[in-house]
Each structure stands twice: as structure tokens, then as C-alpha cells.
């Protein structure tokens, strides 16, 4: 393909930018009134220099990967992450490989500083990268009313008891205060998720005592109403009864959330909820094999009792040799490592779920 530039945003391009996505994922909307106001941490002047671009034949850009940098707290370790969101290309350059440029000098940046890549979505277009599903999530359906208990009632916001709670999650995104209260702001924006209703936050308690708290997503498919709940934290019982709450309060079908393997959550189900093992959302990445191991060192002492652990790259270009106390394997292919990390073939480490609130 002809040689062209990659540019890295700045905070005069954010408009632009995001008009372009609006174009691609929210084209019933008018430009520049979607994306940015669904993903404001994505779309904002700090994190401008992350939004990667090509500019077309006008000048104007033409296709872009836009990524954000996090912390993901996983018990005693954390590990630093870059999520590729709002990977879009106008469709008057389409199939001129600008995507897979911007991709491959995402990676090449970013490296260096981050172990992990997670990406939305699960085009052939990562996979080639190295790509691969991953994660163990059970998914939880109740469409059975049942009574609940506590004080329940949306409230959105209890910004400091949200964050305070979250952040005593065991495996979660490391967020300030202000990331947060962006974060719970935009699910009131338009088609958030991809649903023509707005989202809201119930909680169970009262302010600066919350037992618990969730954020619905009520959607629509076909003739009937269902919900989401794309983050919780608090008492695993109060979340429970917040799910309960909130089938009625909506008078909905069902209403679905996620949890991890060893969630106290799942020992409290009975009745007729319905269970599934999903894989979580999206593909993840090995960016930096030293890196992850040495951020991940924590973890492997206490949650999976290992003493000596180490990873040295081998002759071959994305080979790398890995030592786990007296096991010693040579790993082929950044998608051969992360499922090693990432899925039951391996070690199957824990993830947040990447559908939840940060999703991008």
C-alpha cells in the first residue's frame, strides 16, 4: 500500500475525531454528539495524544484507532493496559489497510510501557495481530421474580460511595474519583451501549453507608425489555437484591450480569436463575511478556503459590522462554502467550469484565 502518515491526536483534533466514530458507530446520530459524550475518557483532552489517525484525500482524518491506557487491579498485582476502542475507518477508504498501519504502530508504542493489549471486538483484523479470546466469566440470567430485601432505589449520584466501593473490588480498573463520576455520567447518553433507553444506578442503602450498588442498562430485543447489569461492587447479597429490584421496577424479562469464577456470588444463586460460562468481551494481547510477569509477580506468589517465575525472549522473533518453579516451556507467537495467561489452556488469570463500565 502507498506509504502514508500516522498522527497522534491533540486536543484540537478531539471534535474531528470523534465525528469520524460517530460516522462509523453512531451514524443515526448527529456527528459529534455520540461518541464523545458515550466514552469521555476516551474523547478527552488528556487523553488526546492516544487517538492514532490517517488523514484522507481532504486532509481530514479517514481512519482511526483510539486507545486508552489503564491500571487493572488483579488482587495483590497491577498491571498495565492499553484498550483499543472505536477502531474506524470511513467507508470511502475502506480496504486500503489503514486500520492494520494504525494497529501495528499502536503496538510498536506502546510496548514498551504495557503489558497488555485488550481490544473491542473480535475482528480477523486482531486475531492476525496475535489476538485471542480469553477470560472465564460465568454469565448469571434472572427472569423469575423473587422477593427482595434492604432499601433499594436508583440514585446515581453517590459518586464517593460508588468509587470507594469499587475500589475494594478484588479484580477491577484502577480509577480516580473523577474517572468514575465520568463514567457513571455517560450512561445517560444517547444510544448508550446501542440501547435507545438510558442507563441508571440503584443502590442498596443509604449515602456513606451503601451495602451495594449496580448499573442497569435496560435494552430492548424484539418485543421485549431486558437489563444489564454492567457494574456492581458492594455485598454480594445486596446486589442480588438490586437484580431482583429492579426485574420489577422495570417490569423487564430478565435481567443478566456477569461474575468472576470464584465471585461468593455464585453460592448465593438458587431458585431458577439461569447460568452460563462465557468468555469475556473481546480479544486480549500479550504486548510485553517481561513486563507481565514482573507486574503479575505478586499475584503468582500468593494466588497461584509459585516461587520462581521468569520470561526470556528466545532467538525467534514473539518467542519467548518462561520458567514456573520447576516448569520450563518455550511459548511460539504472542497468541500462543496469551492464551497460555489468559484461558483455561493456561492460567487462566482473572480479568475484569471487559463489557463493564470501561468498556470502549
Do not use: C
Request: glycine share 6%.
Amino acid at each position: 500500500m502507498q506509504r502514508v502518515r500516522i498522527e497522534r491526536g491533540t486536543q484540537i483534533d478531539i471534535d474531528e475525531l470523534a465525528k469520524l466514530a460517530d460516522r462509523v458507530f453512531r451514524p443515526l446520530l448527529l456527528p459529534g454528539t455520540g461518541m464523545k459524550r458515550e466514552f469521555p475518557l476516551l474523547f478527552s483532552p488528556e487523553n488526546a495524544s492516544n487517538l492514532h489517525y490517517i488523514r484522507g484525500d481532504d486532509n481530514r482524518p479517514a481512519s482511526l484507532v483510539a486507545v486508552k491506557p489503564w491500571r487493572v487491579r488483579i488482587y495483590e498485582s497491577t498491571v498495565p493496559v492499553i484498550a483499543v476502542g472505536s477502531v474506524a475507518t470511513l467507508p470511502e477508504y475502506r480496504n486500503r489497510g489503514y486500520a492494520t498501519e494504525i494497529l501495528k504502530k499502536v503496538i510498536r508504542i506502546y510496548r514498551r510501557t504495557h503489558a497488555l493489549m485488550i481490544i473491542s471486538g473480535n475482528l480477523d483484523l486482531y486475531k492476525r495481530l496475535g489476538a485471542v479470546e480469553f477470560g472465564t466469566l460465568y454469565e448469571i440470567r434472572i427472569e423469575k421474580r423473587e422477593h427482595w430485601k434492604g432499601k433499594i432505589y436508583p440514585a446515581d449520584n453517590f459518586y464517593e460511595d460508588f468509587h470507594n466501593l469499587y475500589s475494594m473490588e478484588d479484580v477491577r480498573y484502577e480509577r480516580s474519583l473523577s474517572e468514575t463520576i465520568a463514567l457513571i455520567d455517560a450512561i445517560k447518553a444517547p444510544y448508550y451501549r446501542g440501547s435507545s433507553l438510558k442507563g441508571e444506578v440503584f443502590v442498596d442503602g443509604e449515602r456513606e453507608e451503601l451495602n451495594a450498588y449496580a448499573v442497569v442498562v435496560p435494552y430492548y430485543t424484539k418485543r421485549s425489555l431486558n437489563l444489564r447489569i454492567i457494574e456492581y461492587a458492594g455485598n454480594r447479597e445486596g446486589v442480588l437484591n438490586i437484580a431482583r429490584y429492579v426485574l420489577e421496577y422495570y417490569d423487564a424479562d430478565s435481567v443478566t450480569l456477569r461474575v468472576q469464577p470464584n465471585d461468593s456470588l455464585l453460592s448465593m444463586l438458587h431458585g431458577d436463575v439461569k447460568i452460563r460460562k462465557v468468555n469475556n468481551q473481546g480479544l486480549i494481547l500479550v504486548l510485553n511478556p517481561k513486563l507481565l510477569i514482573n507486574s503479575l509477580r505478586l499475584f503468582l506468589r500468593h494466588r497461584l503459590k509459585m516461587n520462581h517465575f521468569e520470561a526470556e525472549p528466545a532467538e525467534t522473533s514473539n518467542s519467548w522462554h518462561f520458567r514456573f518453579d520447576d516448569i520450563y516451556m518455550r511459548l511460539d507467537g504472542l497468541d500462543s502467550i496469551s492464551r497460555y495467561f489468559f484461558t483455561e489452556e493456561g492460567l487462566n488469570i482473572p480479568f475484569p469484565d471487559t463489557e463493564g463500565l470501561n468498556f470502549i
